[in-house]
C-alpha cells in the first residue's frame, strides 16, 4: 500500500527517533501532520512502531494515537482543498517557500509572506462589519461592554483571569510588567457592572488561558506556563501582513476561532479553541499551527499557553496605530468576531 503524503519535516524528524525521555513529545510533534496528511489510525501505527524498540509499549503509542485522530486536524482552507493531489502540491509548495524564506532579507519575508497570503485567498476580502454581523455573539455598538463579553462567554464562571495593564517601555515599546490582577470570571464580571476595566496609555493584556492560582510562581507574582489550569486557547496574530490581508485570512481559515480582536496595534489577534488536555498536547497542538502558519508570517513568539492577548474595551496610545485620535485618547482595542463554541472543521466564511 502506497503510504500518503508525508511532511518534509515530520520525515526528517522520524529519521532521528528520539529516546526515553522524549519519545512522547516526538510522537505529539508528527502526529497532527499525519492526521492531517490523511494517515489511518493502522498506517500511523506502522509508521511509528517501526521506529520505536520495545519499551515503547504499544499501550502508550495507541493511545497518543488515539489522542491525535481525535482532533480532526485541518487547519487551512484555499482554492487548491477541493482536489487531495492539488492539496499536497500546495503543502510542498509551502514547505519550499519556508526553506527559501531563511536565506531571504527581512523586506525579502514580508513579501514572500504577502504573496503566499494572496496566493491563498485569491480574490477574497472581508470587512469588520461583516465579520461583526456574521459573530454568533453580537459585539456591542459601544466597545464599553466588550471586556464582559469575554469573561461571561469564553471562560467558566469559577476559572482565574488575569488582567494587566501595568507596563514598562522596551525601545518605545510597551511590554506588559508585574502579576497583574487576577479573579474568577464572574467576580470580572461583577466589577466591570459598576467601573471600567483596567487600563493605561498602553491600553490592557489578558491571559488567555485560566490560572491555576490568584499569584503566579514567577519573580514578583507574575505567571508562567506552569501557572496554567486549562489549556483553552491559543493566540495566532501577524503584524506582518497588512490589516486587511489579516482580517480575510482569519475569516478564510479552517480554524475553530473563537474569537477575532482588533488589537490597536499594526494586528488582529485571533484566539483559536485548544483541544489539549497536557501541556505535551497543548506543544503539539502550538507547534502544528505555527507550522502550518508560517507561510503567511505568523508570529512564532506565540506558542506558550500564559501568552498574553489584548483585552478588548479598553483605549491605547503607546503603540497604537496612526489613526484619528478617538475623544478617549486612543484607539479601541475592540471585538470583532465572538464564537463561545467553534467548530472544528469549518471556517468563518
Known amino acids: 500500500m502506497t503510504e500518503p503524503y508525508l511532511h518534509p519535516k515530520v520525515e526528517a524528524e522520524l529519521a532521528r527517533p528520539s529516546t526515553e525521555g522524549d519519545r512522547h513529545n516526538q510522537v505529539l510533534r508528527v ?24 519499551n515503547f509499549s504499544d499501550e502508550e503509542l495507541e493511545a497518543l494515537i488515539d489522542w491525535g485522530l481525535a482532533q480532526n486536524f485541518e487547519p487551512t482552507k484555499g482554492n487548491c482543498s477541493q482536489h487531495p493531489n492539488r492539496n499536497q502540491q500546495a503543502k510542498a509548495s509551502m514547505a519550499q517557500a519556508r526553506r527559501i524564506a531563511v536565506a531571504l532579507s527581512p523586506e525579502q519575508r514580508q513579501e514572500l ?5 494572496l496566493r491563498f485567498l485569491g480574490r477574497w476580502r472581508v470587512e469588520e462589519y461583516e465579520l461583526w454581523e456574521r459573530s454568533p455573539i453580537r459585539p456591542p455598538e459601544m466597545i464599553a461592554g466588550d471586556a464582559q463579553l469575554i469573561f461571561h462567554h469564553l471562560f467558566g464562571r469559577g476559572e482565574l483571569i488575569n488582567v494587566c495593564a501595568n507596563y514598562t ?10 502579576p497583574g490582577l487576577s479573579m474568577p470570571a464572574i467576580q470580572w464580571c461583577q466589577y466591570l457592572d459598576s467601573q471600567p476595566p483596567p487600563q493605561s496609555h498602553a491600553g490592557c493584556w489578558i491571559r488567555i488561558n485560566p490560572l491555576k492560582t490568584r499569584r503566579g510562581s514567577g519573580r514578583g507574582g507574575s505567571f508562567r506556563d506552569e501557572d496554567v489550569a486549562i489549556y483553552r486557547y491559543h493566540l495566532l496574530e501577524s503584524d506582518r501582513l497588512p490589516m486587511e490581508l489579516q482580517l480575510a485570512l482569519w475569516s478564510r481559515l479552517v480554524l475553530p476561532i473563537a474569537l477575532i480582536l482588533d488589537s490597536a496595534g499594526r494586528s488582529y489577534h485571533a484566539w483559536i479553541k485548544s483541544y489539549a488536555r497536557t501541556a505535551l ?4 497542538e502550538s507547534d502544528y499551527l505555527l507550522s502550518v502558519m508560517e507561510p503567511f508570517g505568523i508570529d512564532r513568539s506565540n506558542r506558550n499557553p500564559s501568552r498574553f492577548s489584548r483585552l478588548p474595551g479598553v483605549y491605547r496610545s503607546i503603540g497604537a496605530r496612526k489613526t484619528q485620535p478617538t475623544g478617549s485618547g486612543g484607539v479601541a482595542q475592540q471585538i470583532i468576531f465572538l464564537s463561545p463554541d467553534p467548530k472544528k472543521r469549518t471556517s468563518i466564511f
Open 113 to 117: 509572506f504577502v504573496a503566499n497570503t
Open 169 to 178: 517601555l522596551r525601545e518605545a515599546k510597551a511590554q506588559p510588567c508585574g
Open 31 to 54: 502526529l497532527p501532520h499525519l492526521c492531517d496528511d490523511g494517515w489511518s489510525k493502522e498506517q500511523i501505527w506502522e509508521k511509528l512502531r517501526r521506529i520505536y524498540d520495545a
Open 281 to 284: 498536547e497543548y506543544r503539539a
